[in-house]
């Protein structure tokens, strides 16, 4: 089959499953609310019942859009830095982004400030900074080549180590009360999205038009820059354009939903498994399936507990990592 | 002028040590030319400066009368292949999928290839019959079948030269005449030229139209093999003993390097 088919078919297959994960999260909940009836509310007829439209329209489309926005650009920016940096443990947080954005989302708890823009604006700055320092630091120690995979790594890993121990200072600093708070923004939380925020989600599209534009550079680039530059890609122009756009919008994501955990990591590679290497293809893949995947761990993550919510981030890895073992061995078998 | 490629007076330094100095040849359209010297001659790096992919420290190169630094990465891949020494087979491509990235400089910005690309694909892994394994991994290929997908990949790249660095180094002597009839014929029929580094002065000498003897980054010689395969030079600049003498299978200079042992004895100790 044609490459451009297949992507279309792919799309369209995971485009249906997002919109029906999504019908199925805003219709559960405490509030009643049938699938039928959830459906019906969505297209504007059948308005019954104010309360449950207001439920529908206010609170829970707008959770499931920021859900699939997360998971999205989480799930395409593991994809990203695993082609870049070569490494197939690589994750959206790789380069320092969860250090900094950790670190400066803190600090903004700690002073008080309010979870919008506040805390977002602090986290965002904060994981800008890290970047910018790491990316200098792998282009000053290789001079010539520039950007090269191994000090890129290195130095995200590093400064991770290091912001985590500033964090555990931090948090040992703190008094009860706002440990939580911290806790809960660490391990990930949807809980706290307000809709004006929604419009900032819009921000991740264009770069997810440029990351798949970019798709065929990116497999050619898993052949080694130098065969990558042999077949007519401008490497440097094409790691550096990847690089600024998947920090930005992953830091733009993580600024509003803290960091939420895994889903970057096990996506990209369960795709891998049943699409195969091309990053044509595994582009919108991850965006949608990414984006199914955390609307489905965000559910649960509301339904399960008796009372009150848990943070998203124990449900991505609680079924994450099975679900990938267990395809991990079915393929191999 | 028939020049497709003109180098003058290039050298290369990495900080302060000196990789090539003073270089200069030019090589015909649909030339054979065969890049030989020892380990660490700068043979790979000059192979890197005539595709673009080093930067010289002083001189120029010319493609097409044209230097080098004006063409864009994407230009400059619309003629020129390479068939690198190393292949980087971590993640689980296709022969078909890696041969068909060969068109990537001719295509569009989606970077979608239509029919005519599948069918140059295909026409490219017959040419170097890797056809019946186009569904297989690069990983599950053995030595020869993995040259041959790469060479195909270069060859469905269209190129007016083809670049190959030490194409047959891991091969055993079928499968490197294999190649070398592969590069023969595909230059036989579309006038293609062809820059190759080689180890094996042999074939060097059976293949090559002429030959540039490297060493410790200074030309030795240019000339057609007979002239360049020339026992002092050779002695000197690999410095082991050398016999050179006709091969017996056509007029080719034949070389064989020769171990202490069947040396005379009072030549041994030296």
């Known amino acids: ?333 | 002028m028939n020049h497709i490629l003109d180098i003058n007076n290039i050298s290369l330094k990495y900080s302060d040590k000196l990789i090539l100095q003073d270089i200069s040849f030019a090589v015909a359209k649909g030339e054979f030319f065969v890049i030989i010297g020892p380990n660490g001659a700068g043979k790979t790096s000059l192979l890197k400066i005539l595709a673009g992919l080093e930067k010289i420290s002083h001189g120029c190169v010319k493609v097409r009368g044209k230097n080098i630094r004006d063409y864009s990465r994407r230009t400059l891949s619309q003629f020129m292949a390479i068939v690198p020494q190393q292949i980087e087979i971590g993640f689980p491509f296709s022969v078909a999928e890696t041969v068909i990235m060969g068109r990537t400089p001719h295509l569009g910005i989606l970077g979608m290839e239509g029919k005519d690309d599948f069918h140059m694909a295909r026409e490219a892994m017959e040419f170097t019959d890797v056809a019946h394994l186009a569904d297989r991994k690069l990983h599950q290929l053995s030595g020869g079948e993995l040259q041959r997908a790469v060479i195909a990949r270069a060859i469905c790249q269209q190129p007016e030269v083809i670049l190959l660095d030490e194409p047959t180094t891991a091969l055993d002597p079928a499968h490197q005449l294999k190649i070398m009839d592969l590069m023969e014929k595909f230059r036989r029929e579309h006038g293609t030229t062809i820059i190759m580094v080689s180890h094996d002065l042999n074939l060097a000498s059976m293949y090559g139209d002429r030959l540039l003897l490297l060493k410790e980054g200074r030309v030795v010689k240019t000339g057609a093999p007979g002239s360049v395969l020339n026992k002092l030079l050779l002695e000197e600049s690999y410095g082991c003993r050398m016999q050179v003498d006709e091969s017996p299978v056509g007029q080719v200079a034949r070389v064989t390097p020769i171990p202490a042992k069947f040396l005379p004895v009072h030549e041994q100790n030296q």
């Open chain 1, 1 to 333: 089959m044609p490459i451009g088919r297949k992507i279309v078919l792919i799309t369209l297959l995971l485009g249906m499953v997002l919109i029906l994960i999504s019908i199925i999260a805003i219709s559960a909940g405490s509030a009643g609310g049938h699938f039928w009836e959830t459906l019906a509310i969505l297209k504007g007829k059948g308005v019954s019942d104010h309360a449950t439209a207001t439920i529908i329209w206010q609170i829970r489309l707008p959770r499931v859009l920021l859900a699939a926005a997360v998971g999205g650009t989480l799930a395409l920016g593991g994809l990203v830095f695993q082609a870049l940096l070569r490494n197939p443990l690589a994750e959206p947080y790789i380069l320092g982004i969860s250090g900094g954005s950790a670190i400066g989302a803190i600090m903004a708890m700690l002073l008080g400030l309010s979870y919008f823009p506040g805390v977002a604006l602090f986290s965002f700055t904060g994981s800008l900074l890290v970047l910018a320092f790491v990316t200098a630091l792998a282009g000053t120690t290789l001079g010539s080549s520039m950007l090269s995979r191994d000090s890129l790594l290195l130095g995200g890993v590093m400064m991770n180590a290091f912001c985590a121990a500033v964090i555990m200072f931090l948090i040992s600093m703190t008094r009860t009360f706002q440990v939580q708070h911290i806790l809960y923004w660490l391990m990930g939380d949807l809980s706290r999205l307000q809709n004006n925020q929604l419009p900032i989600l819009l921000v991740v599209l264009p770069c997810f038009v440029v990351i798949f534009i970019l798709g065929r550079p990116m497999n050619l680039l898993l052949l080694g820059r130098e065969t990558a530059a042999a077949m007519g890609i401008n490497v440097k122009n094409t790691v550096l354009l990847l690089l600024v756009i998947t920090s930005l919008m992953v830091s733009i994501i993580v600024s509003l939903s803290g960091l939420v955990g895994f889903v970057g990591l096990v996506i990209p590679h369960i795709f891998r498994l049943l699409l195969g290497p091309d990053h044509r293809l595994l582009v919108p893949a991850c965006i949608l399936g990414g984006g199914s995947y955390l609307i489905i761990c965000d559910l649960l993550a509301r339904i399960l507990p008796a009372s009150g919510e848990m943070p998203v981030g124990i449900i991505t890895a609680l079924v994450g990592a099975p679900l990938f073992i267990l395809l991990l061995v079915r393929r191999t078998a």
